[in-house]
Each structure stands twice: as C-alpha cells, then as structure tokens.
C-alpha cells in the first residue's frame, strides 16, 4: 500500500476501506494510537474493533503486529486487507518453512503493513529478535480477555505478552475486546501493563438482539418451531455442548428439510473448512456447532443464535449470541435450557482438573448464567449489568414483552428444603432432583416403595404443583444457591441462603413457568 505516513485517518477510511466516517469511538482510538498512546477498547462485536488498529497501522511509520489467537482465520483475515490493496502477513505454527522465510525477509525489506502473530510465536527468541529488527508502528492484542485468568476463555500464551511492553517501551499498544467485565477489565490493564492506555468503553447493548431463554421441553422440536414460525430461510447458528448432540441436531434438521451443516472439534479440519466456507458464503444456511465455531466469524447476516444447552458463563453466552445480527437488523438470541443442564454442568465442574480455585471460579460463572436464566426483569438490563453497564427495561426481551408472573414460592421452596433435610438427618441421604420431586408428589414408585420414602412425613405433601413446576422451583432455588447440587449423581443439598427460607424470614419471589402451547415472539402474558 502506498500510504504516506501521516496521511488523515479519515482519507485512509475513505480511500482504503471505502468508508465515509467513523463508527463511534473509532476517531478518537485510532487518534490515540497515532499520537503515540496506549488504548484499551472494550467494544461489542460487530463494533469496528478491526480498523482501531489497521488504520493507525498504515497511517505510523513501519509494520502494525496484530496478537491474535485465531489462527484458522489468519488467512481470510490476511486476504481481505490483501484485496483492498494492504500489504498483510501473518506467521504462526501451520506455515511451512519457506513461507515463513518469504514473509520475515519481506518484513525485513519493509513491505508490510500489518502482521498478524500467533501469541506463541513471542515465546520464541528467534521471533523477539526478528522484531528487534523491524520498525514497529503498534502492537494490537486483539481478544485481549484471553489474558484473564478470571475470565472464561484464559490462555497461558497471553500472559507473556508483557514482554511486548519491556522489550519495547516505546511502541504504542491498543488492547482490544468484545467482552469483559469490570473485574476482567482491570485483570487486562494490569497483567499487560497498560496502565497509561486510555479506556475506551462501549456500550454493550446489542438493540437489534431480542433474547429469549425457555425452559427445555422437546428442544429440536422447540428449534424447529422458532426456524419454521420466525426464521424460515434465515441464517442462523445452533450451539450445542456435545459433539454427539451437534451431530443429531444437524441431522435432524437436515431431516426436517432444514439445510444445516455440524462444526466441532471432531471433525477433519477440511471439514470444519469446508463447512465455515459455505456458511460464509451461501445463503440460509444453519451451522450446528460447538463453541469451538464462531470466534472472528463476520457474517453480517446471522438472524438467530440458538443455544440448545446452557452456556458456561454469560460471557459466553454475550460473544455468541453477539454473531447474530451484526448488520444491525432484527436478530433473536433463544436459549432452551433445564434442570439437566445445570447438573450435567455441576458435574463438568467438580470433574474439572483445575484446583479449588479454578472450580470456584467455574461455579460462580455458571451461578450468573442461572441467575440471568430464571430472572423475572429484563433480561437485557441483567445482562448489561453483568458488565457493569446499567439500562431501563429494553421492550425487546422475553421478559419485557411477556412479563413472567410470579408467585410467592415460599412454601414450595420449605416443603422441597425440608424433604432434602429429612432425608439427609433420618436416612443420612441424597437423592437427585427427580426422586425428591417423587416423594413430594406422592408418587409411589418401585424405587419409591424400596426407599420407603412413602414413610417420609413429607411424602405426597406437594401435589399443588406439576412435575414440570416442581423443576422450575429446583432450577430457580439452585440460581440463588438456595438448593446446591453435589457430586458425580447430582444430588441436591441445602445451599448458603436456605437459611432463611427454611426459618421462615425470607420470602421467595418465583417466576411461573410458562405453559407448553403459548410460546413464542410477543406472545401476550405466558
Ligand atoms: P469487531 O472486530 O468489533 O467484531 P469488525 O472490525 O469485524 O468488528 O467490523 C464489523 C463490520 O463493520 C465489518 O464488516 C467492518 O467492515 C464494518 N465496519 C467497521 N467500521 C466501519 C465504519 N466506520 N463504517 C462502515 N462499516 C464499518
Ligand atoms: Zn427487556
């Protein structure tokens, strides 16, 4: 690229990337980084980060090196900037020898632009020194969350990336994220150093998303009924926990008559290829995946994100469910999720190699995703306060357009404590959500009779409620840590807050659960 040094920020806008002004914060970042600064940029997907540091790049003398963990999408990235003429190369592990020659010697000759780097390349000394040589214009950390150890989505690599700072005082850094809150903030300036960078934080709010969470009935046929009445032909991502439910869900839908295609892990990295390709390019199509699918992916035209399992934590959930709608048309985030869900986590936590730490840390991300679950308020207004960002009730939620009754759950949430004390001071057991359910309902089952829980004083003492209501009350107890589950059978005990409830001074506020037919967008009072 022939840009002169010191050329306007916004004639590169206009001449290279065919723009004609700024999108929010993007003047002032990329003013900060010119004149030297350091900058953290806290900006929702979608929201530009890209040009906050490609700009700057072309506009300061010398090469801007990108720090990206998205190696796959290295090579779109680098062909992109190559079509509209920018000089881009990346080096990471997938290269071969001579290529990897070809771009450090163009570096060297001052050919590049901008370089996108593997954070493990900066472990090498060969690559340090190979910087040591170059004239850097800025280093951009792109996903800069990935330096939190608080934060869901840590990778050991970043932390190095401190050297950037020692080994080069004087070379402006830009930190960059679509996702992090207060605490994960300040986690990111300090472990980088960036304690001179200017903030530079977004508003979150995604206004085109409409967020629904549904409690899990049949969820392929829940999925198919949002695709077929809301987004029939529309381009959408399914996210699944498992490789094995990515599978069936695709297959069913494909079944169904739904062009959909899977993405895990698991499958040939010609397939996953393969398959993101055709996701990008053609139109309607439904990509089953993992989380493994989506990081970096800029598809404008996503119309809905559908999460058949419970999302590990509500940065999670905001990342993937920020895919749809980038284009800023009318978008639905959908969640199905149930009381399995939350056990099959449980268990995922307590299995988890980390130490005790580590496994708080995971309890407490999955405490928030059940709290903004089972909220009876706007999930939006949750959701932004998640990340310290406060908003009035949004009109464009589940909960905002059919407000959730609720109802004073206080007696439920005794009789369910008190089953699970009883048996646990005059049996000294545990049992799971579903025979506890049993015994309230009264139901004299095999395992029932075997127990002789018919003999327990609670024993049919909750049959106001269906099992499904009595499912709703668990879930709702464990997302105020009134009820936990513990170990590899997901037993319930009584959990922190029970106290109160169980001596009578507290109340508990539930959300009714909504019944089975009426669902679905601006349904009027579930
Ligand atoms: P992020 O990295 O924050 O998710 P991107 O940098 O990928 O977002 O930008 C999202 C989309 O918005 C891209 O298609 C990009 O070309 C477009 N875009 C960014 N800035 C502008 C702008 N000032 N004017 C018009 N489109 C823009
Ligand atoms: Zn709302």
């Known amino acids: 690229m022939t840009i002169a040094a010191g050329t306007a920020p916004l004639e590169v806008l206009e001449r290279v990337f065919g723009y004609d002004e700024f999108r929010g914060q993007q003047a002032a970042i990329i003013d900060r980084l010119v004149s030297g600064g350091d900058a953290l940029v806290l900006m929702p997907t979608g929201g530009g980060k890209s040009l906050c540091y490609q700009i700057p790049s072309l506009v300061r003398q010398g090469t801007g090196v990108v720090i990206s963990p998205l190696i796959a999408l290295m090579q779109d990235q680098v062909d992109a900037l190559s079509a509209v003429g920018v000089r881009a190369e990346f080096l990471n592990s997938t290269q071969l020898p001579d290529e990897r020659r070809r771009v450090e010697q163009a570096l060297l000759d001052g050919e590049v632009d901008l370089l996108y780097l593997a954070p493990e390349r900066l472990r090498m000394e060969s690559m340090l020194g190979l910087l040591d040589r170059l004239d850097i214009a800025l280093f951009a950390i792109d996903e800069a969350h990935c330096v939190s150890q608080w934060g869901h989505d840590f990778r050991p690599d970043y932390l190095q990336l401190s050297v950037l700072h020692e080994r080069w005082p004087a070379v402006p850094r830009i930190a960059l994220t679509a996702t992090a809150t207060e605490q994960t903030r300040h986690e990111i300036a300090q472990r980088l150093d960036l304690g001179e960078a200017e903030w530079f934080v977004s508003s979150f709010d995604r206004p085109n998303i409409q967020y629904r969470i549904e409690a899990k009935d049949r969820p392929v046929q829940q999925l198919l009924k949002l695709i077929r009445s809301e987004h029939p032909g529309d381009a959408g991502i399914v996210y699944c926990l498992s490789r094995k439910s990515v599978e069936s869900t695709a297959a069913a839908l494909v079944a169904e008559g739904i062009p959909a295609l899977p993405y895990h892990a698991g499958l040939d990295a010609s397939v996953r290829q393969r398959n993101q390709a055709r996701f990008l390019r053609e139109d309607g199509l439904v990509?089953?995946?993992?989380?493994?699918?989506?990081?970096?992916?800029?598809?404008?035209?996503?119309?809905?994100?559908?999460?058949?399992?419970?999302?590990?934590?509500?940065?999670?959930?905001?990342?993937?469910?920020?895919?749809?709608?980038?284009?800023?048309?009318?978008?639905?985030?959908?969640?199905?999720?149930?009381?399995?869900?939350?056990?099959?986590?449980?268990?995922?936590?307590?299995?988890?190699?980390?130490?005790?730490?580590?496994?708080?840390?995971?309890?407490?991300?999955?405490?928030?995703?059940?709290?903004?679950?089972?909220?009876?308020?706007?999930?939006?207004?949750?959701?932004?306060?998640?990340?310290?960002?406060?908003?009035?009730?949004?009109?464009?939620?589940?909960?905002?357009?059919?407000?959730?009754?609720?109802?004073?759950?206080?007696?439920?949430?005794?009789?369910?404590?008190?089953?699970?004390?009883?048996?646990?001071?005059?049996?000294?057991?545990?049992?799971?959500?579903?025979?506890?359910?049993?015994?309230?309902?009264?139901?004299?089952?095999?395992?029932?009779?075997?127990?002789?829980?018919?003999?327990?004083?609670?024993?049919?003492?909750?049959?106001?409620?269906?099992?499904?209501?009595?499912?709703?009350?668990?879930?709702?107890?464990?997302?105020?840590?009134?009820?936990?589950?513990?170990?590899?059978?997901?037993?319930?005990?009584?959990?922190?807050?029970?106290?109160?409830?169980?001596?009578?001074?507290?109340?508990?506020?539930?959300?009714?659960?909504?019944?089975?037919?009426?669902?679905?967008?601006?349904?009027?009072?579930?």
């Open 287 to 526: 990509m089953v995946a993992t989380i493994a699918f989506g990081m970096g992916i800029d598809k404008p035209d996503v119309r809905f994100v559908a999460h058949l399992d419970l999302p590990k934590s509500v940065e999670g959930y905001y990342q993937e469910t920020g895919r749809a709608g980038r284009d800023g048309l009318k978008s639905t985030a959908w969640l199905a999720y149930g009381l399995q869900d939350v056990m099959q986590q449980r268990r995922m936590i307590d299995d988890s190699e980390g130490d005790r730490a580590h496994r708080r840390r995971m309890q407490a991300h999955l405490d928030a995703m059940l709290a903004l679950c089972e909220t009876i308020d706007c999930r939006r207004v949750q959701l932004l306060d998640y990340f310290d960002e406060k908003t009035q009730p949004c009109g464009n939620c589940d909960t905002c357009l059919a407000p959730p009754e609720s109802w004073d759950g206080t007696v439920a949430a005794q009789k369910l404590l008190s089953t699970v004390v009883r048996l646990d001071r005059e049996r000294g057991q545990k049992f799971g959500a579903g025979q506890i359910i049993d015994i309230l309902l009264g139901k004299s089952t095999d395992r029932v009779r075997q127990q002789r829980h018919d003999e327990l004083k609670t024993f049919g003492i909750g049959t106001e409620l269906s099992d499904t209501e009595w499912r709703g009350v668990v879930r709702q107890l464990l997302a105020r840590d009134i009820l936990v589950v513990q170990g590899e059978y997901g037993t319930l005990a009584i959990g922190d807050s029970a106290r109160g409830v169980l001596d009578g001074s507290e109340t508990v506020r539930l959300r009714r659960e909504a019944p089975k037919a009426a669902r679905g967008r601006g349904g009027s009072g579930a």
